[in-house]
């Protein structure tokens, strides 16, 4: 049994065989579903896990309260990843009453069928358990519309659904203090550019109504649970995050068949780095998962994109990349590029027509690189990597 805190315990789970997080992204260190269950004078289960892992959360529940029954289960996010089991719980629960949200009970109904019992709350209500009393606080569209926090006035946890969530499974134990939570920090990053990065303002949002809370620990529906001087931190990468901030720093991804216009991508990494410019990272858009990239470019201020032209068009993994940049309104970046050809260009007339549509500060002279990387097209693309540094040195505080 895993006690956080008197009578607030975890019952989640690792799971360490999805290879791909809602089909799409990796999972190099496994992931978790997160579940907590209240032991109180009330039994109060707060969110559920992926219906595959049902039997090891059935048992972890009741190693916890045996054969009491669950009064209450509180659903802050209808995700199937959290939501999956809820169909389960009620065959062996059928006495428990469903706690959440308008919308998120009509999510209940779609796809799991009528909740039995169920009890409607919105923003500032409050639950008592006997010891706990939990209040509800609404933060749509982080990262779905009917997302909430549930607030424990009595100990001061916020179980946050999928807000503070990050990849990776746990090894052992789910609280920071007892672990080296070195893995998550980057995972976290990772998780929020390709989870929540769309919603930027919802967060900022959600972060406003949280900010005058007590808060001494902090549950999340993935990863680690967040204890002392990482709460302030963990708070601060997602406000980080959702205001697009950046460091210096330039991500080069770029598409290439046959290697020439990689080439030029590394020539353009040699003279940033000639530059000064230390924070340097190249991605082949075909073989690097774009969660790996889209984390980089919400970290670095500078971004190159570079590809082929293909059937007339690009390269389609960076079609691909411009997608996902666009979709996640990324904000306030420096942005140059370049592409190559053999008999007519257009690979770089599709990514100027990206960079007008995505606003970003579009820096140098874009290059149209024939067929294979000559002195005066390796002039120009280095040309277009000192337009780069010089334009992010300008940004930088007097020492
Ligand atoms: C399937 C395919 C389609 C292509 N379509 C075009 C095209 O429409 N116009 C063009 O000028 N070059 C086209 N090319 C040529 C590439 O753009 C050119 O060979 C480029 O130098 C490839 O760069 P790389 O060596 O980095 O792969 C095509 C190449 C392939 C393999
Ligand atoms: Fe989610
Ligand atoms: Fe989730």
Redesign the pocket.
């Known amino acids: 049994m895993i006690t956080l805190k008197g009578k607030v315990h975890y019952v989640g789970v690792n799971d360490r065989i999805k290879t791909l997080f809602e089909g799409l992204w990796p999972l190099p260190y496994g992931v978790t579903y997160n579940s907590y269950l209240i032991a109180d004078e009330k039994v109060a289960l707060i969110d559920t896990v992926d219906a595959n892992y049902f039997d090891l959360f059935l048992d972890k529940i009741k190693e916890v309260i045996g054969d009491r029954p669950i009064d209450y289960l509180i659903i802050n996010h209808m995700e199937p990843d959290h939501s999956g089991s809820i169909r389960l719980l009620r065959q062996f629960y059928p006495e428990l009453t469903v706690v959440t949200n308008k919308k998120a009970l009509e999510m209940v109904k779609g796809y799991y069928g009528t909740a039995s019992s169920s009890k409607v709350i919105d923003e500032g209500d409050t639950l008592e358990l006997g010891h706990h009393v939990l209040r509800f606080h609404m933060i749509p569209m982080v990262h779905w519309p009917e997302t909430m926090v549930s607030y424990d006035l009595t100990d001061h946890i916020v179980f946050s659904g999928d807000a503070f969530g990050c990849f990776g499974a746990l090894n052992g134990t789910p609280l920071d203090y007892q672990m080296d939570p070195t893995i998550y920090w980057s995972e976290m990053e990772r998780y929020y550019s390709n989870i929540v990065g769309k919603y930027g303002s919802p967060v900022q949002r959600a972060l406003q109504k949280l900010k005058d809370l007590e808060i001494d620990m902090i549950c999340a529906t993935h990863g680690p649970v967040w204890t002392g001087e990482n709460v302030p931190r963990v708070i601060s990468v997602y406000d980080r995050l959702s205001r697009y901030a950046t460091e210096e720093g330039v991500v080069i991804a770029y598409?290439?068949?046959?290697?020439?216009?990689?080439q030029a991508a590394e020539a353009v990494a040699e003279e940033l780095s000639r530059e000064g410019i230390r924070k340097v990272v190249l991605h082949d858009v075909a073989r690097t998962n774009h969660s790996f990239i889209l984390a980089d470019i919400f970290r670095y201020k500078g971004i190159i994109l570079c590809a082929?032209?293909?059937?007339?068009?690009i390269f389609p993994q960076m079609e691909m990349l411009m997608s996902e940049i666009e979709m996640r309104g990324i904000k306030d970046r420096y942005l140059s590029y370049f592409g190559?050809?053999?008999?007519?260009?257009?690979?770089v007339k599709r990514l100027a027509a990206f960079s007008e549509k995505v606003g970003f500060e579009v820096v140098g002279n874009p290059v149209e690189?024939k067929?294979g990387l000559m002195p005066d097209t390796r002039k120009a693309c280095e040309a277009l990597a000192r337009a780069m540094a010089d334009r992010l040195k300008m940004d930088r505080q007097p020492a």
């Open positions: 598409g290439s068949m046959y290697g020439n216009t990689q082929p032209t293909y059937n007339a068009s190559s050809f053999s008999w007519a260009c257009h690979s690189m067929q």
